[in-house]
């Protein structure tokens, strides 16, 4: 472990070996965006592919085969393009925050990988504090109650809070609909109940060695206040594998 904090894609990257008994596993990353996870597993010598639906991000596919190449690929009506049994490991990274309904990706998920394929899925819940996206504690726990959100999102936006900052009435406004549109939150336990109906397997809680990694300076906290500290900052970090 290293004396200093690193980033998400550094924790993936070093755990993606520890995933698998192959000696060279086949990984896909689902939902890449721009893919720097694949262009840094390439550069490590990682067999790793990367696809999206890069239909909503039209902008992002050129930035993502600059990155990747023709290892990235695009997801089309909800199937991935890859045979049955294929990978060894599946990662998405902040991915199912985007996903209204999960069960069909995961679905395709567990059908592209091997049996007793691991699958480590990082994102955030309907019970994370945080909301990474705009940089505001709790605004998405108000999703049913549209004016108490724009009251809440004004006064935090007027107290200095929130990322890409922008004027004022443009960012509430945009920031409002994205919670109602590309950003959704799901129950944890609703989560759980999906993933292990999708793997045959209930996922096991990697949030420990994702924060021990992230801020090994806080290595001396006991187990369950790392873990609490991820739920509520960060999100769910699930480890699944197919049966």
């Given amino acids: 472990m290293t004396e200093t904090s690193i980033s998400a894609y550094q924790f993936l990257i070093e755990t993606i070996p520890k995933l698998s008994d192959?000696?060279?596993?086949?990984?896909?990353?689902?939902?890449?965006?721009?893919?720097?996870?694949?262009?840094?597993?390439?550069?490590?010598?990682?067999?790793?592919?990367?696809?999206?639906?890069?239909?909503?991000?039209?902008?992002?596919?050129?930035?993502?085969?600059?990155?990747?190449?023709?290892?990235?690929?695009?997801?089309?009506?909800?199937?991935?393009?890859?045979?049955?049994?294929?990978?060894?490991?599946?990662?998405?990274?902040?991915?199912?925050?985007?996903?209204?309904?999960?069960?069909?990706?995961?679905?395709?998920?567990?059908?592209?990988?091997?049996?007793?394929?691991?699958?480590?899925?990082?994102?955030?819940?309907?019970?994370?504090?945080?909301?990474?996206?705009?940089?505001?504690?709790?605004?998405?726990?108000?999703?049913?109650?549209?004016?108490?959100?724009?009251?809440?999102?004004?006064?935090?936006?007027?107290?200095?809070?929130?990322?890409?900052r922008s004027s004022f009435g443009d960012w509430v406004t945009t920031r409002q609909r994205d919670l109602g549109t590309s950003i959704v939150y799901h129950r944890e336990a609703d989560v759980r109940a999906w993933w292990e109906t999708a793997f045959g397997n209930a996922p096991k809680d990697l949030s420990q060695a994702y924060m021990r990694a992230r801020l090994p300076r806080l290595t001396f906290l006991p187990d369950w206040l790392l873990s609490a500290v991820c739920r509520r900052r960060v999100g769910l970090v699930l480890l699944t594998e197919r049966a």
């Fill in 22 to 164: 192959a000696e060279h596993p086949v990984v896909l990353d689902f939902g890449c965006g721009k893919a720097p996870l694949v262009s840094m597993g390439l550069a490590q010598g990682l067999d790793i592919w990367g696809a999206d639906n890069f239909s909503y991000r039209d902008e992002w596919k050129p930035k993502a085969e600059a990155a990747g190449g023709n290892r990235v690929l695009d997801i089309q009506d909800g199937v991935l393009p890859f045979p049955d049994c294929h990978f060894d490991v599946v990662i998405a990274n902040m991915v199912f925050e985007h996903v209204h309904d999960p069960v069909p990706a995961l679905q395709e998920i567990a059908r592209v990988l091997k049996p007793r394929g691991r699958f480590l899925a990082l994102f955030p819940v309907q019970e994370t504090w945080f909301e990474g996206h705009l940089g505001l504690y709790f605004p998405h726990w108000f999703s049913g109650y549209p004016r108490i959100q724009r009251t809440y999102m004004t006064l935090l936006y007027r107290l200095g809070f929130g990322f890409r």
